[in-house]
């Protein structure tokens, strides 16, 4: 068996769980996602977790793990990941990641540890109560002054990273991008492999997949999340899709202006993903 772990990546509602399935069948593989909210328990229809179908004939892991309010950060990720790897081919399987979210992928590819990175709940809690009052723009704005770098690759609306991110540099007074990018080298047992498509391809995928998702009970979904209690500002319920559907249900918008932007908002994700991308150490660009 090759000992490179081999990675596909690729923009979302480019094929990746389709392509991952066959390769996995052909090739005794298991599916280890790399997909920073499939992780998620209840969010199914607007993360688009492979089948239970799917998931009954090919094993999955790293999906539906945890809860809606907990936090699952890229080291989880980078520590889980390695520990299936090694569980994987002890029992003669081959290991596939498979994933879009670039910050974990990146995190994997360069065996982040994240050795000593503070944390004061004191302070975290200060910044919270701050973005309840002034807003996750204004923090979102105080982090772009402090470190431009690191919101290239956080959302805007990434409540847990802003702070997170604010929080290490009060503590250290380091940057976070400078602190994640000590390790400059990519580990040496990687294989990457880039699905891809024209971008207009690309794109009516993701105006597929969207009008897919509402079919299938999306809104429905971000109202049983709602009925069970998940707060409107959890990391998770800011995801794409069901912010939006959120901002509905509180009357910022109307159906179709929220389907839209749930469009939008996906296809400028997808562009970010494909810059991303294209700084990874790539072996093989597949055209699907």
């Not at 399935?21 to 998620?40: G, K, L």
């Not at 503590?171 to 040496?188: A, C, M, N, V």
């Not at 179709?256 to 296809?267: D, G, H, N, P, Y």
Request: aromatic content about 10%; charged content about 30%.
């Amino acid at each position: 068996m090759n000992s490179a772990i081999k990675i596909i990546i690729g923009a979302t509602a480019v094929g990746k769980t389709n392509w991952a399935i066959e390769y996995a069948r052909a090739n005794n593989a298991e599916i280890i996602s790399a997909d920073s909210m499939q992780v998620y328990r209840y969010m199914d229809i607007g993360t688009a977790k492979p089948s239970i179908t799917e998931r009954e004939e090919i094993r999955h892991h790293l999906i539906d793990i945890v809860n809606p309010e907990d936090i699952y950060s890229a080291h989880d990720f980078v520590e889980k990941a390695n520990i299936l790897i090694a569980d994987i081919r002890q029992r003669n399987k081959e290991p596939l990641l498979v994933g879009g979210t670039g910050l974990y992928i990146n995190a994997f590819i360069r065996n982040f540890n994240f050795p000593g990175a503070p944390k004061d709940p004191n302070l975290r809690n200060k910044l919270k109560q701050r973005a309840a009052i002034e807003g996750i723009e204004s923090l979102y704005n105080e982090l772009k002054e402090i470190d431009e770098e690191s919101t290239k690759k956080i959302s805007a609306n990434d409540l847990y990273r802003i702070i997170r991110a604010l929080e290490v540099y009060y503590l250290t007074g380091e940057k976070i991008s400078d602190f994640h990018y000590k390790t400059k080298s990519y580990r040496p047992d990687i294989d990457i492999h880039h699905l891809q498509k024209d971008r207009s391809a690309i794109y009516k995928g993701i105006e597929d997949r969207i009008d897919s998702m509402i079919a299938k009970g999306l809104f429905e979904e971000v109202q049983m999340l709602i009925d069970k209690g998940y707060s409107q500002d959890l990391p998770s319920m800011q995801a794409l899709g069901y912010k939006e559907v959120i901002d509905y249900f509180l009357k910022k918008t109307d159906k179709e202006a929220c389907i839209s932007l749930i469009k939008k908002r996906t296809r400028n994700f997808a562009k970010r993903q494909l810059t991303w991308f294209r700084s990874f150490p790539v072996k093989k660009e597949i055209f699907i």
